[in-house]
Every structure is written in structure tokens, then in C-alpha cells.
């Protein structure tokens, strides 16, 4: 949202109002200390910038730290490929965090001494049922769970088995260490829940040292309190675990930060879990998790987005504690919004069509001026060769146009931009009939600032000269999903089912201005009239330039919400 300077305006949510009374009444010493917590086991997508904007914002603007914590408690799953990546994508955001990274890890042995006081206060044992049993044993949300039968094991049998556990002794599976709280609880993660399994792996950052790792709910808020968080802000799913959390804190008598829970992302056509992205790169339905069509920051950063677009979209979401689905326009809204401020403008054409132009001086080539963003005078222009062989688009040329095709038919005057008034004297068909070149004249006189100029004309097309222009590869994007709501799909179908087959379309005949090539990838662009294009981070070479649609031109958004 912007006010009338244009500036960024701050929308309010009620986690802010917190804030903002905690500082007042002193709660925290005035202190706001947050975290984004995320686990190392895929990329980053969109729903996490939604809390990292949340996360970091916040501490920024009441003068906090923010830490980034890597939640790295299940070592089959997690890899330090992951935690680069989400490194990298923080901080492309935009943000900083506090002294160092955190590493849930580093708190093994906090956590373990943690556990051991737990038990030695008679609140936790060490229980030999299997996962399964475990779960039958648990009940359901109309039927109170029953004990086990190692419930009632003595502290000094508890710790001695819970060393071992530690040592190794015991393989995978066969014992676990659990909360001792209440098996009637109407709350089922109070239902004795887990605090430590054995696993046998070797772990990205302890390697070998640890056989036992904690589960999430038992390091989760036992590292938020380590850190000394005040505010510990997470997705709605986790207000049931929050009277876990406090009994474990109360338990212990360790510093009790304050948990306020919010709406996640949901995104139409778009899947929001690291899980299930997996399984998209996993079965190859997409290049990579940096795939263009991926909602992973890592994607969208290839596909154009900018960090000011991404956290622009985030702000304009709001935080609220009812769950909702935000429409792709939104997003796509923003980035057409910090696209249109910045980027050059330039022509490119993306399906050619040749153009000869019969009295046009034979051999002559002109260097026309082109501003390269008319809304930004500081942006200056360049020079784009102009010849009597040119390319336009083949969608702007129609032999028998409907009323209101204000483009190239046969015997009608166009403008093409930067440059003359031409007219299309006559069509040149291959043997089935396609139209493979268009013979016009042009106007001399009708140059900018030449006497013709102001000629009222309907149509200006984008065009580049056939020698001069290089060749281009296109990549043209559409939804991943073509229902709305893919995570609604049942588990058991297959994501292939869900896949939209057309999402992706190569176009490699494209033809663009030589000034392109030169470009650096990452760099984006409008092509006139097409859309905004950006430089493929990975596939780009000036000898052989890719470029993404990063968005079309056409606002959805700003029309429905005029
Ligand atoms: P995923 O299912 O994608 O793995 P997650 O919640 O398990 O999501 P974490 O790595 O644990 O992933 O997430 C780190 C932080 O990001 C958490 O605090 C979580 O609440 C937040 N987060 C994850 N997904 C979303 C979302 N869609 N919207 C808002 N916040 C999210
Ligand atoms: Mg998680």
C-alpha cells in the first residue's frame, strides 16, 4: 500500500499491536527479539517470506534482533545444500540477522541435560513401545489414551536407560524418551507426547557425535527460550502445541517467551510445503528447486521477481489469525508495480515474421534513438539499428482481421515504435498458404520530429532489423497447478495428475535487439508490448541469450480492484 508521497506505508496487524504493548507496558525490558526458525529440508518458497518479512520486520522496526535459526533436529531429511540456499535467500530479501546463525544443533547438549532434568523431576521416562503401539496407545480425540506399561519406571531406571539410549546401546526404534503429562488429555499432544528417538545417522553438522535427537516440539521452544526470544511467532497449526511448550518451560524454569500464532500463505494454484515441492523436483516435473515456475525464492528470483516486489507482497497480505487463499494476481501485481519503475524497455520478438520494406534505400542502416524507460528521464536512451528487412510479431499481422484490429492488415498504415509509418502493399504465402513475409513502404517523412510524424496512426508495433537483431531463446510460464487449490488434492493422487502439461513453452526462434545480448543475467527487462522478461540466471551466455517471463503486462489485479 502506498500513501500519496508514494512512500511504503506500514499496514498495521495485531501481532504488531503486541509488540507495540509489550514495549509500552515494559514487558520484556523493552527488548523485541524474534526468530525465523526454518527447517533445512528444501528451499525457501513464498509462505516463508511471508514470516521472514514478518520475523525480521518487526525486529527492525522496533529496534530488535531477529536470529535465523536453523531447525536442524531430523538429520535423515536435512542437508547443508539447504542451508545455504535458505542463507542466501534471506539475506537476497533483504534482511539481516543478529551476531551469528543459530543452529538448533548447537544445543544438543543443552537440550540432553534439559531431558535429564525433566526426568529427574519425574516428568519424563523412558518408554520401550513402538511407534505404533505408541500410537494406539494414544487414543483419539473421543477416546482418552491408556498408560504404558514403562510409564511407572523409577527416575534412577529412566536415567539410567536414557544414558544408554545416549551411548548408543540401542538400535533405531526401540526406545524413546516421553513427556510424562496426562493420557486423558483432551489435548492430544499432551498425550505423553515424544521428547527424544533414537536415530542412528549421521547428522550434517554433529556428524556421529549424537545417536539420540530430539524431536520438534521438545527443541522447538526449549531453543526459542535458549535464545531468549520474546515474541516466538508461528503458523496457526502450532496453537495446540503451545500448552506443551509452556508445560515443558514451566517444568524447567527457564525463560518463557511468548508465542502468538498467525495465518500461514496459501497461494492459488501454488503448493506451500518443502514436502511436496520435494516431490516435484524429485520426480523431474520441474528442472530444479530454482526451477522459474517454483514459488521458492529461489525460483522466483530466477523467473524476475525482485526482493522489493516479494516483500511488498507480504506487507499487503497482512498478518491476521484466519486462514485464506491469496490470488497469484496479487503477487504478480506487485512485481509489474517495481518492474515499471525500473526496467529498461526494450523489443524483442518473440514469434518473427519478416517485414521488407521495398523503398526503403537498399543496404542503408539507421541508428534511431529509443528512451529506455520513458517514466524514468535518468534511464537515457540507446541507439537500435533500423533496415529495410525487419522482424515484427506474427500475432500483429492479420490477412482478414476481425473490426478493431488495429495492427498490420493488408493496404493499412502502421507505426513502428522508435521509428517510421509503414504500409503493408502485399503478402508473400508459401505453398500451404502461411504468410511468410509482408512487402511494404514506408513513410521517410514520418520519423520522430519529422513533418509527418504526428500523423494519426491506431496500431504501433515493436519490430527489430533482421541483421542486426540476435537470436534469443524464450521461456514463457504459466501455473504449475491447474486447480486452485492443489494442496486440497488427496494425498494419495499422484502430483503428476495435478500438473498443468502446458506450463512451460520454449520459444527459440525469438529474435531481439543486439543491445540484449549484452545484458548480465539476472537483469530484466519490458519487452515492449510482451511482458517482463528477465535473464536466465543459470542458462544466459551472449551467445546463446534465454530469457523468462517474468509477468505479462496485463494487470488482472489492478482491474478487478479498481
Ligand atoms: P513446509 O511445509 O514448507 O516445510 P514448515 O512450516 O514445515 O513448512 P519450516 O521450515 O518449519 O517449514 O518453517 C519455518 C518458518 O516458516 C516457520 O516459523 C513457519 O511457521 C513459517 N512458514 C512456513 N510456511 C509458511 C506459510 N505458508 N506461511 C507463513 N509462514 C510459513
Ligand atoms: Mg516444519
Redesign the pocket.
Known sequence: MKNENNSDLITSNFIREIVKQDIASNKWEGRVFTR????P??FL?I??A??ICLNFGLATEFGGTCNLRF?DTNPIKEDDIYVQSMIEDVRWLGFEWGDKIHYTSEYFDQLCDFAMSLIKGGSAYVDDLNANEIREYRGTLTKAGIDSPFRGRSVAENLGLFVRMKNGEFPDGTKVLRAKIDMASANLNMRDPVLYRILNTHHHRTGDTWCIYPMYDFAHGQSDSIEKITHS???LE?EDHRPLYDWIIDKLGIHHPQQIE?A???LAHTL????K?SGLVDEGHVSGWDDPRMPTIAGMRRRGYTPESIRDFCERIGVAKANSTVEIALLEHCLREDLNKKALRMMAVLRPLKLTITNYPEGQVEELNADNNPGDPASGTRAIPFSGELYIEQEDFMEDPPKKFFRLTPGKEVRLKHAYIIKCEDVVKDSNGNVTELRCTYDPDSKTGGPTASRKIKGTLHWVSVRQSKKAEVRIFKHLFLNENPADDKESTDLKSALNTKSLEILKECRVEPALVESKPGDRFQFLRMGYFCSDLKDFTPSTPVFNLAVTLRDTWAKINK
Open positions: 525465523f526458525p526454518p527447517e529440508n528444501g518458497h509462505g516463508h511471508k514470516s531447525d511467532i508461528c503458523t502450532f498467525f500461514r500463505l496459501n506451500l510445503s518443502k514436502r515441492l
